[in-house]
Structures are given as structure tokens and as C-alpha cells.
Nanobody, 126 residues
Framework: QLQLVESGGGLVQPGGSLRLSCAAS????????IGWFRQAPGKEREGVSC????????NYADSVKGRFTISRDISKNTVYLQMNSLKPEDTAVYYC???????????????????WGQGTQVTVSS
């Protein structure tokens, strides 16, 4: 019953904003690192942002720094990715993933994330 469910994707114009949600069940997002990844057609899956366990550090890919913000709501056991100033190159399927270990650090590589959601489509087009 350990599960991650993404939502909030859709079609948005360049320069617009979108907020993605990652709702977790079966574990507490306060204690586990959570990462956001994306995969565009014909490209490898890449790390976008991550938030470490309690009091841990956050990381962002250079391509999204200053535009995307990761956060969490402990009461809702949900992690968010606020995406502003969206560009066509942000178009991809976005996934959230959880590290099963309890730690404050988080990498933008797929390892050591153990649990993955099914993804939500983000399309940036005029």
C-alpha cells in the first residue's frame, strides 16, 4: 500500500504556471527524500528537483532554477512542484519518486529512489 500519485498536469501557454502535486500514502513524506523527474519524447529521464527528509536540503536542475519551487505539506502528506515561467522545452511526463530510506540528503539521480508514481503530462504550447 505504499503509493505515490501525481496530479496537476495539463496544457499551458509559454510563460504560464502550473502546480504539480504528489500525494503519498503508506509512508510519511516528512521523513523520506522525494524527487521530481521528467521525461520528454526521445530523451532520457532527468531529475528536476528534490526535497530531503526533515530539515534536509533541496536541489534543482540548472535548467529550472529560479522558475520551479519544491515544497511539502506534512498535514496532507503531499509534495508540490510549483512551475512558473514555463517554456516549451519543459514539456514532458513528470514523475515523483520516494527514497525508502530515512535521510536528509537527496540526489537528482534515479538511484536511490525506490517508489515511483505513474506520471502526469505537462504540455507547454501556444
Amino acid at each position: 500500500q505504499l503509493q505515490l500519485v501525481e496530479s496537476g498536469g495539463g496544457l499551458v501557454q509559454p510563460g504560464g504556471s502550473l502546480r504539480l502535486s504528489c500525494a503519498a500514502s503508506g509512508f510519511n513524506v516528512r521523513d523520506h527524500p522525494i524527487g521530481w523527474f521528467r521525461q520528454a519524447p526521445g530523451k532520457e529521464r532527468e531529475g528536476v528537483s528534490c526535497i530531503g527528509g526533515s530539515a534536509g536540503s533541496n536541489n534543482y536542475a540548472d535548467s529550472v532554477k529560479g522558475r520551479f519551487t519544491i515544497s511539502r505539506d506534512i498535514s496532507k502528506n503531499t509534495v508540490y512542484l510549483q512551475m512558473n515561467s514555463l517554456k516549451p522545452e519543459d514539456t514532458a511526463v513528470y514523475y515523483c519518486a520516494a527514497d525508502g530510506s530515512v535521510q536528509g540528503r537527496c540526489p537528482l539521480s534515479e538511484n536511490p529512489y525506490d517508489y515511483w508514481g505513474q506520471g502526469t503530462q505537462v504540455t507547454v504550447s501556444s
